[in-house]
């Protein structure tokens, strides 16, 4: 299985620069009108805007690639020479890795400009980003805790990318692999909020410090991207049922 982002270095670019673009000037935006207790906090509100646009950042640039080859038969030809289910697999992982580069580099870029070059304009009291699961880290090792928190961010980003390769190889529809995962991600964030259980939410796995303290232990961030996870494996095997199941009617 061949791994090579060729195809992917446009998109990845140019949706890198965007966000990134958009991230900082958001963050400065804040830092003018917001009472700052820890710079990292610029950081985490700024990125916000990103987080809103996870799953389109994470699909629309890149779930066009194997839509295409499939579509244009391509896997088809080149299972001639390789298992069919090797090459997805490899078409996927490329995906993945695209999403996870692009984001976590969206992401740390933007800490570390606004973390050396973005000053807020009022401090408050120090004393509250401590009192968060990992939040003693985010104060005292900013930098690398955006580090380690751009990759997780990268990881998550990716597990969208998945759903609409998922959803790309069951269903020849564009519209449908690009927009459900965005529906999912926000539907999803809406029914739990109105059940009361934003902490399964896959939404709270990719906000940093989303709820309130008392509402968060260190397992919060992991619930949702498990749930996440299995909403993936449920919707492939039965999108795989469906398809064989029209096949066997013709």
């Known amino acids: 299985m061949r791994i090579s982002l060729k195809e992917y270095r446009l998109p990845m670019l140019a949706t890198y620069l965007l966000a990134t673009i958009c991230c900082i000037i958001y963050s400065y935006i804040i830092s003018t009108n917001t009472l700052v207790e820890y710079k990292l906090e610029l950081w985490i509100w700024g990125s916000e805007l990103i987080t809103?646009?996870?799953p389109i950042i994470a699909v629309a640039p890149f779930s066009f690639i194997l839509y295409g080859k499939l579509k244009q038969d391509f896997i088809k030809?080149?299972?001639?020479?390789k298992s069919r289910r090797v090459i997805l697999a490899g078409?996927?992982?490329?995906?993945?890795?695209?999403?996870i580069i692009t984001v976590f580099s969206i992401y740390f870029t933007s800490l570390l400009i606004i973390m050396?070059?973005?000053?807020?304009?009022?401090?408050?009291?120090?004393?509250?980003?401590?009192?968060?699961?990992?939040?003693?880290f985010q104060v005292a090792s900013p930098i690398l805790f955006g580090f380690i928190w751009?990759?997780?961010?990268?990881?998550?980003?990716?597990?969208?990318?998945l759903f609409s390769s998922v959803l790309a190889m069951n269903i020849d529809?564009?519209?449908?692999?690009?927009?459900?995962?965005?529906?999912?991600?926000?539907?999803?964030?809406l029914i739990t909020g109105?059940?009361?259980?934003?902490?399964?939410?896959?939404?709270?796995?990719?906000?940093?410090?989303?709820?309130?303290?008392?509402?968060m232990n260190t397992y919060t961030y992991l619930i949702g991207v498990c749930i996440f996870a299995v909403v993936i494996i449920v919707t492939n095997k039965i999108l795989t049922i469906r398809k064989e199941m029209l096949y066997d009617r013709d």
């Open 91 to 99: 078409e996927i992982v490329q995906a993945m890795l695209a999403v």
């Open 173 to 189: 529809n564009y519209f449908v692999i690009t927009l459900f995962p965005v529906a999912y991600f926000h539907c999803e964030n």
């Open 52 to 54: 809103y646009f996870l």
């Open 77 to 81: 030809y080149a299972a001639i020479r």
């Open 150 to 161: 751009s990759l997780w961010m990268g990881f998550v980003a990716s597990l969208f990318i």
């Open 194 to 215: 109105l059940f009361r259980i934003p902490q399964i939410s896959i939404v709270t796995s990719a906000v940093l410090n989303r709820l309130q303290p008392k509402a």
């Open 116 to 136: 050396f070059f973005i000053e807020p304009a009022s401090w408050g009291i120090r004393n509250n980003l401590g009192n968060y699961p990992f939040g003693e």
